[in-house]
Nanobody, 117 residues
Framework: QVQLVESGGGLVQPGGSLRLSCVVS????????MGWYRQAPGKQRELVAR???????RYVDSVKGRFTISRDRAKNTVYLQMNSLEPEDTAIYYC???????????WGQGTQVTVSS
């Protein structure tokens, strides 16, 4: 069974940075396209960044130029570097397979990101 464990969230001021990590266990991590998702209070979960097995990346317009997704095959880990954070980025962040590429695994607990002065 696949387990997803996200970490790295926290409280940061506008303009600040955070780096999220997601450790994937129980699967052949390297063959899957992965994504970072977020869900703000009262809103639907959205896919904000995705990375293919060969390292190609795509981003939702609202985070382009600010967020960078990457993966470390040796560590079975996906990262999300978030710079120039805005209050609108406040949400719980989750990782999972890219839902455009296949069925999702069970969600992890996520990691809370709060951007506030």
């Amino acid at each position: 069974q696949v387990q997803l464990v996200e970490s790295g969230g926290g409280l940061v001021q506008p303009g600040g940075s955070l780096r999220l990590s997601c450790v994937v266990s129980g699967s052949i991590f390297s063959i899957y396209a992965m994504g970072w998702y977020r869900q703000a209070p009262g809103k639907q979960r959205e896919l904000v960044a995705r990375i293919t097995s060969d390292g190609s990346t795509r981003y939702v317009d609202s985070v382009k130029g600010r967020f960078t997704i990457s993966r470390d095959r040796a560590k079975n880990t996906v990262y999300l570097q978030m710079n120039s954070l805005e209050p609108e980025d406040t949400a719980i962040y989750y990782c999972n397979r890219d839902w455009n590429a296949g069925a999702l695994w069970s969600w992890g607990q996520g990691t809370q990101v709060t951007v506030s002065s």
